[in-house]
T-cell receptor, first 113, second 113 residues
Framework: EAGVVQSPRYKIIEKKQPVAFWCNPI?????LYWYLQNLGQGPELLIR????????DSQLPKDRFSAERLKGVDSTLKIQPAELGDSAVYLC???????????FGQGTRLTVV | AQKVTQAQTEISVVEKEDVTLDCVYE???????LFWYKQPPSGELVFLIR??????QNEISGRYSWNFQKSTSSFNFTITASQVVDSAVYFC??????????FGTGTRLTVIP
């Protein structure tokens, strides 16, 4: 069974440019998470989806970040415009049900220059 | 705040030594889940174990063991006879009753050959 797939693996953009990250969760997993991980830190939750509904986006900086999960499967996280401080690894994870472990993708390493 | 605290930022041990990674959590939930994840240099978070708040039974899996004590809000992780391949960052995490997964700041373990 395929794991959580994220693309791209690496992205370098200039500040003020837009960027998008894509995540394909494990088939059948209803819960999808987006996390941000800064160097030397633990993952920080940005948004959680239950199927296609964003049930917790309280940590998402909505002035520049947006996310969607159309049809409750794939998800896209967008930043517009990117700032230097957005350089980090963006992780996507999915879990099959409440109370179960989340499985993570390899992440997208974003560098804003 | 309902935090997960990993007070040990970095630990170094010599191969074959035992090592314990500490995790202390805060919660107001009566039902919650605790996890340990491993993040090797490749960057992908690997699930190790899940415990629910009603099961305080300790668990052993090969060289890994976990000690969950609700009385002290701790969920510690011990690696017996450490190996170089155990070198990684280890994260403790808690799943809230609302199904949000929060991580500690991680402990970087270095096993010296």
């Amino acid at each position: 069974e395929a794991g959580v797939v994220q693309s791209p693996r690496y992205k370098i953009i200039e500040k003020k440019q837009p960027v998008a990250f894509w995540c394909n969760p494990i088939s059948g997993h209803n819960t999808l998470y987006w996390y941000l991980q800064n160097l030397g830190q633990g993952p920080e939750l940005l948004i959680r989806y239950e199927n296609e509904e964003a049930v917790d986006d309280s940590q998402l900086p909505k002035d520049r970040f947006s996310a969607e999960r159309l049809k409750g499967v794939d998800s896209t996280l967008k930043i517009q415009p990117a700032e230097l401080g957005d350089s980090a690894v963006y992780l996507c994870a999915s879990s099959p049900d409440r109370g179960t472990e989340a499985f993570f993708g390899q992440g997208t390493r974003l560098t804003v220059v | 705040a309902q935090k997960v605290t990993q007070a040990q930022t970095e630990i170094s041990v010599v191969e074959k030594e035992d090592v314990t990674l500490d995790c202390v959590y805060e919660t107001r939930d009566t039902t919650y889940y605790l996890f340990w994840y491993k993040q090797p240099p490749s960057g992908e978070l690997v699930f190790l174990i899940r415990r629910n708040s009603f099961d305080e039974q300790n668990e052993i899996s090969g060289r890994y063991s976990w000690n969950f004590q609700k009385s002290t809000s701790s969920f510690n992780f011990t690696i017996t006879a450490s190996q170089v391949v155990d070198s990684a960052v280890y994260f403790c995490a808690r799943l809230t009753g609302a199904n949000n997964l929060f991580f500690g700041t991680g402990t970087r373990l270095t096993v010296i050959p």
